[in-house]
Every structure is written in C-alpha cells, then in structure tokens.
C-alpha cells in the first residue's frame, strides 16, 4: 500500500514557476513508477510526466517537454514536478500517481493516487 500526498501549489503569475511535491508512504515507494496528470475544469485528466523507478526513463507530452522536469528521490519517498514558464493553459489540479508500468500512459493504468494540489497561473 502506498499514500501519495501532494504539496508546492499556488497561484503563481504567467511565466513563473512552481515545484510540486509528491510524499509516498511505504516501503515499496522506490519499486514503482512516479508519474504526474493535471485536470482542468471541464477536462480530462491528462498525463503530464513520468518518471521510471531508477530515474534512468523520463517522459513528457509535447505540452509541457522543455519547460516541466520531473524527478525523484527515493531516500526520501519522494517525487518533484518543477514547472517553469508557466501559462495560464497550465492551471488546472496536479496529481501525482504510482504504477508498476513505465511509459506514455493514462490515469486508468496508475494504482495510487495523491488527492492533488491546485496549481493557478494568472495572465
């Protein structure tokens, strides 16, 4: 069993960042695969960075590659989403995920999930 917590939002101005925090409790924290989706009123959840359980595999959408790195620290059960450059098509809540899989894939495939952390960019 894994608890995920998140913490870093905020309101933040257009081209301003934001790290995110991501807390896991549990032994097994360091085994999984750490991803990040964002959901903005009226949308759908969308997949925002992955991050594999040595850190050797990264992935981001084209939305947000160059401009969010995600990354991990496994002695401390936890996972970093900085954001730079932020817009406002940016706002939206963030979550942080953990599943056995690795890759390019959406919320259905996580196995736990934070409860999120609203993230608000102004123009």
């Known amino acids: 069993q894994v608890q995920l917590v998140e913490s870093g939002g905020g309101l933040v101005q257009a081209g301003g960042s934001l790290r995110l925090s991501c807390l896991a409790s549990g032994r097994t924290f360091s085994s999984y695969a750490m991803y990040w989706f964002r959901q903005a009123p009226g949308k759908e959840r969308e997949f925002v960075a992955v991050i594999s359980w040595s850190g050797g595999n990264i992935y981001y959408p084209n939305s947000v590659k160059g401009r969010f790195t995600i990354s991990r620290d496994n002695a401390k059960n936890t996972v970093y989403l900085q954001m730079n450059s932020l817009t406002p098509e940016d706002t939206a809540v963030y979550y942080c995920?953990?599943?056995?899989?690795?890759?390019?894939?959406?919320?259905?495939?996580?196995?736990?999930w934070g409860q999120g952390t609203q993230v608000t960019v102004s123009s």
């Open positions: 995920a953990a599943s056995s899989t690795v890759g390019i894939i959406g919320p259905t495939g996580m196995r736990y």
